[in-house]
T-cell receptor, first 112, second 110 residues
Framework: GQQVMQIPQYQHVQEGEDFTTYCNSS?????IQWYKQRPGGHPVFLIQ???SGEVKKQKRLTFQFGEAKKNSSLHITATQTTDVGTYFC????????????WGLGTSLAVNP | DVKVTQSSRYLVKRTGEKVFLECVQD?????MFWYRQDPGLGLRLIYF???????EKGDIPEGYSVSREKKERFSLILESASTNQTSMYLC?????????FGSGTRLTVV
């Protein structure tokens, strides 16, 4: 079945360092969404990317959607302790868009 | 802001009990979802509903059923709870810009 692979599974950084998580889909996506889940919390929607090659920024967060609409990345510049959590990508299949296909998430730990 | 409310934050039930998890959204959305979240396994879709009385199986429906009698309410039912159903259960409603999740119900089956 369709899969969305997300790497790395864990990342431990010093505060101020950059962080990137990557998602790769086995099939073409119509869009991809990113969510953040704080420890003990629930996933919270961050952004949706729709267009091939799209790049969006939210303060220190930069989101990219690949040209082939099969991969995406989230980059955080100069991490802060408030960035701690698990970041999930979730793609919608171009052929069957009823469900989101979720990556397993990247857990980010930030040392102050 | 869309609000998705799950009735219980923590629940402890005995093996074999019938368990109801309730979820209510306040924005008249058609699509609602039930997930379970387990360490290392991410979010796994149990059931979803795209309209009243409409339901569709997700990836792991075994041992579960759902009810959608009114648009705002989507209930997950564990017909006969088992210890392997101990998990965090998350309800979500689909908005035009992504899913809004409830705070989750941590269910322990003993």
């Amino acid at each position: 079945g369709q899969q969305v692979m997300q790497i790395p599974q864990y990342q431990h950084v010093q505060e101020g360092e950059d962080f990137t998580t990557y998602c790769n889909s086995s099939t073409t996506l119509s869009n991809i969404q990113w969510y953040k889940q704080r420890p003990g919390g629930h996933p919270v929607f961050l952004i949706q990317l729709v267009k091939s090659g799209e790049v969006k920024k939210q303060k220190r967060l930069t989101f990219q959607f690949g040209e082939a609409k099969k991969n995406s990345s989230l980059h955080i510049t100069a991490t802060q302790t408030t960035d701690v959590g698990t970041y999930f990508c979730a793609g919608r299949n171009a052929g069957n868009n009823r469900k989101l296909i979720w990556g397993l998430g990247t857990s980010l730990a930030v040392n102050p | 802001d869309v609000k998705v409310t799950q009735s219980s934050r923590y629940l402890v039930k005995r093996t074999g009990e019938k368990v109801f998890l309730e979820c209510v959204q306040d924005m008249d959305h058609e699509n609602m979802f039930w997930y379970r979240q387990d360490p290392g396994l991410g979010l796994r879709l149990i059931y979803f509903s795209y309209d009243v009385k409409m339901k569709e199986k997700g990836d792991i429906p075994e041992g579960y059923s759902v009810s959608r009698e009114k648009k705002e309410r989507f209930s997950l039912i564990l017909e006969s709870a088992s210890t392997n159903q101990t998990s965090m259960y998350l309800c979500a409603s689909r908005t035009p810009l992504g899913y809004t999740f409830g705070s989750g119900t941590r269910l322990t089956v003993v």
